[in-house]
């Protein structure tokens, strides 16, 4: 069973940096499809960004140009480097494994940004 552990999460001020990261344990990761999703409260989840095995990226328009995803296969991590942190970036970061129709969560890790 997959397992994900996701970290880095905190209060900052607007225009600061965070970096996430996400452990993955109980899978072959080079095949996962990692992604990070947030949710804000009183709001649905929505996608961040997403990274396939070999390196190629997708980003939300709300955060392209400010946050960058990254994996390690090695150490069997994902990350979301985030700069230029707005108030409106203020969710719960939820870590996302995906292969085939399978599909596994964190439970997340908060991030507070004030203006």
């Known amino acids: 069973q997959v397992q994900l552990v996701e970290s880095g999460g905190g209060l900052v001020q607007a225009g600061g940096s965070l970096r996430l990261s996400c452990a993955v344990s109980?899978?072959?990761?080079?095949?996962?499809?990692m992604g990070w999703y947030r949710q804000a409260p009183g709001k649905q989840r929505e996608f961040v960004a997403a990274?396939?095995?070999?390196?190629?990226?997708n980003y939300a328009e709300s955060v392209k140009g400010r946050f960058t995803i990254s994996r390690d296969n090695a150490k069997n991590t994902v990350y979301l480097q985030m700069n230029s942190l707005k108030p409106e970036d203020t969710a719960v970061y939820y870590c996302n494994a995906a292969v085939s129709t399978s599909a596994s969560w964190g439970k997340g890790t908060l991030v507070t940004v004030s203006s």
């Open positions: 990274v396939t095995g070999s390196g190629s990226t």
């Open positions: 109980g899978g072959i990761f080079r095949i996962y499809l």
